[in-house]
Structures are given as C-alpha cells and as structure tokens.
C-alpha cells in the first residue's frame, strides 16, 4: 500500500487493508471505481469516477482488480501539481 502525503498535508492512497487509515487520523474515503461483470461475465473495471477509462475485459475478477489497482497507482495517486 502506497501512502502519498500531498504538500498541503494530505494523504492519499488506494484503499487497502494493510494499514489502519483511523490511525493517522480521520479518512475520507471515495469511490474510485467499478468493477463488475458483463454480459459474458467476464470483469470491467471502470474508472469513470475518476474521469478515468474502462480496463478489459477479464476473464478473472482478480485479473480486473489488479489491472484496476495498477492504474490508480500510475495515474491517479499521485496528483498533477
């Protein structure tokens, strides 16, 4: 689990379970995306809350968690400044 401290003071991170957030303080958490089936039950996550794209479709829901936890990192994590 990454932890980004904004210079504002903020923290951001993708959601996981390995760290307490309560712990450093009170967490805002929202919604970064979706991942669900499609007709052919294969996985789409779509990252339209954060104005960003539909990844697969998968054959694993695992696959399509990865994929999705891959791009929060490399395109949403860290803030444009």
């Known amino acids: 689990m990454q932890l980004v401290i904004t210079p504002d ?3 951001r991170c993708v959601y996981g379970e390995a760290i307490d957030l309560h712990a450093l303080g009170s ?3 929202s919604r970064a995306s979706h991942v669900e089936p499609d ?3 294969r996985w789409i996550a779509d ?3 954060v104005n960003g ?3 697969g479709p ?3 829901r695992s ?3 990865a994929a999705e936890s891959r791009w ?3 395109h949403w994590l860290i803030p444009d400044g």
Request: no cysteine.
């Open 9 to 11: 003071g903020a923290l």
């Open 27 to 29: 967490p805002s958490v």
């Open 39 to 41: 007709e052919q039950g």
């Open 47 to 49: 990252l339209s809350p």
């Open 53 to 55: 794209p539909n990844l």
């Open 58 to 60: 998968f054959d694993r």
């Open 63 to 65: 696959d399509a968690l």
């Open 72 to 74: 929060l990192e490399t």
